[in-house]
């Protein structure tokens, strides 16, 4: 990464937001502070491959007593202070949060317009002038942070390391916002643009059962949080089981063309999927497992990394044996297991009983934020460092 010419550039402030959560050195943009119209501008210089936005700020009458130091440069023109760098407060940055600033005076510019740009324009030329120096002193700081404990062990005057460790605190920390801060603007973007989404599929036969009042209430979880989901019934449905054909083998699908096939390419969209079934004879109903077998086996996309979570509803007994039997299907592919307060239980027999299970209901609620959690961690985690390696499968029958 080669240093251009510097120009001036506006970041992006749902970034700057990030970074202030994380380093409250960095400018507050919040609205109660009245300071979310306050743009925030800089120049960026390149420190070892990074680029760091120096801030640009309007000069305040304590600034004209300040004298030039290590951290702080006063632009000056024509004698008269217009400008000044705050190199300690230096943020990283990335193409995507940043934005040129337009300094050409156009013909529909007013008044305003035409004064702000052409004190930009000032500034900017001062900071060309100078780009030398105000390179070499990024880097200067740069360095002098992240090498940390040498650092301090290597100043011997009282005045640079009064001065450097009254600084220390917000280079270090901006080095580290690199990766987390970035990769979090990177999720945020993702989830605005392509929100999260979770797929939930209910197995029971029953339209509005007890089955329905568990999913209806993650869903709400879900709703608040910006999560998208869409629930496919499928108790109700004419799915018959797998045939052990091997179709699926070649052609990428189930050799029976219905909701299974529907079903795939919302299951492979998604990045968390909710299986949820009425408990029969202490299992998951036939239909839930017919579909659900023949959903995970025909499938040849990778699963892993998409969250997982299964949900049981039931008069009295079976539960956990459901449970665990639902949540095998995750766990041989590679997909994280969400879990809540309690197994992921609620109770209740005849239709619309399930509302009286206080505390069904409340596992169901803390099992969607759970999920949402971890959804959104393992999208930064994905960002920050993609998926684990895999290896090519080695499959052994016991027998051979
Ligand atoms: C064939 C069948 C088998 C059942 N087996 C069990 C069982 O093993 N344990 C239990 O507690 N409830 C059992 N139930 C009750 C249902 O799990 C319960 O009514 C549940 O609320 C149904 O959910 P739904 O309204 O979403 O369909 C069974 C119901 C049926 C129809």
């Not at 951290?71 to 023109?77: E, L, Q, R, S």
């Not at 990177?186 to 643009?193: A, D, L």
């Not at 968390?272 to 996309?301: E, Q």
């Amino acid at each position: 990464m080669t240093q251009l010419p510097l120009e001036v550039y506006r970041i992006d402030m749902k970034y700057i937001r990030n970074l202030h959560h994380i380093d409250d050195r960095v400018f507050s943009v919040s609205p109660q502070t009245g300071k979310d119209e306050r743009p925030f501008l800089g120049v960026i210089l390149i420190c070892n491959q990074h680029k760091y936005c120096v801030p640009l700020s309007k000069p305040k009458k304590k600034h004209e007593k300040m004298r030039d130091k290590v951290d702080f440069k006063k632009i000056v023109h024509n004698g008269t202070l217009i400008g000044v760098l705050n190199f300690n407060l230096m943020i990283p940055v990335e193409d995507a949060q940043i934005q040129r600033m337009d300094t050409k005076i156009r013909k529909h510019d007013n008044r305003d317009t035409r004064k702000k740009k052409e004190l930009l324009k000032k500034e900017l030329e001062w900071c060309n002038e100078h780009a030398r120096d105000l390179t070499n002193t990024a880097n200067v700081l740069y360095q002098k942070y992240i090498s940390g404990e040498n650092f301090t062990a290597r100043e011997s005057s009282v005045w640079i390391l009064k001065e450097w460790n009254w600084n220390v605190v917000s280079i270090t920390k901006s080095y580290s916002l690199l990766t987390k801060g970035v990769a979090q603007y990177r999720t945020e973007n993702r989830m605005e643009e392509n929100a999260m989404k979770v797929l939930m599929i209910n197995g029971s036969p029953r339209i509005g059962g007890n089955t329905s009042i568990a999913l209806k209430e993650m869903e709400q979880i879900f709703a608040a949080a910006g999560v998208e989901t869409e629930t496919i019934q499928i108790g109700n449905k004419d799915i018959r089981g797998c045939i052990a054909c091997g179709t699926c083998a070649d052609k990428g699908k189930c050799v029976f063309d219905d909701m299974v096939n529907e079903t795939a390419p919302k299951f492979e969209a998604c990045d968390g999927l909710v299986i949820a079934s009425p408990v029969y004879y202490a299992s998951a109903n036939g239909t839930m497992i017919s579909f659900l077998d023949r959903l995970f086996y025909s499938t040849p996309f990778d699963k892993s990394m998409k969250v997982g979570a299964s949900v049981v509803v039931a008069r009295r007994g079976g539960m956990s044996a459901t449970f665990d039997e639902l949540n095998k299907y995750f766990t041989i592919c590679g997909m994280p297991v969400a879990s809540s307060q309690y197994w992921n239980s609620v109770h209740g027999r005849v239709q619309g009983e399930a509302a009286q299970d206080a505390e069904g209901l409340q596992t169901m609620r803390a099992l969607a934020r759970n999920m949402t959690f971890l959804m959104k961690s393992i999208a930064l985690g994905k960002e920050t460092y993609g998926l684990p390696e895999k290896e090519p499968v080695q499959r052994t029958n016991f027998i051979r």
